[in-house]
């Protein structure tokens, strides 16, 4: 990649918040792309979309609370945010339930979405 060469980054979450390292290690490999300055998205899918839920709880299972981090993305130029619409209503979710604000698309609007990326990786 050439200096000053951007790229189109997006980032797929799939997985719930805790029991695997998928979701911090997105977060943090979302937060690396961003320093270096590209053009980075966020797509919440299936369980994914539990990232982002309001109020969270961990200290029954020992796990610190990463998400509020999620609500610090914009202060590195993340804006780009998207949640399958589909995974919302699945899983009992709403807009309002979540802690940041994003862009609800329908699955396949996101498939369209992922065309237009140059790197796409699954977490």
């Known amino acids: 990649m050439s200096e000053g060469t ?3 980054f997006m980032f797929v979450n799939r997985k719930a ?14 937060l690396i792309t961003a320093a270096f300055d590209q053009d980075v ?6 369980d994914g979309v ?3 839920k309001k109020g969270q709880q961990t200290k029954g ?8 981090t999620y609500r610090a993305l914009d202060g590195y130029d993340i804006e780009k945010l998207y949640v399958e619409a589909e995974a919302l209503a699945a899983r009992g979710l709403t807009e309002d339930d979540l802690l940041v604000d ?7 609007e996101l498939g369209k979405l992922m065309d237009e990326m140059d790197v796409v ?3």
């Open 6 to 8: 951007i790229k189109k």
């Open 17 to 30: 918040p805790y029991g695997t390292i998928y979701a911090l290690e997105s977060l943090e490999v979302v």
């Open 41 to 46: 998205s966020l797509v919440f899918m299936d």
């Open 50 to 52: 539990f990232q982002l």
């Open 61 to 68: 299972i020992e796990n610190k609370n990463f998400s509020p």
């Open 102 to 108: 994003v862009s609800v698309m329908s699955r396949a």
């Open 121 to 123: 990786l699954s977490f």
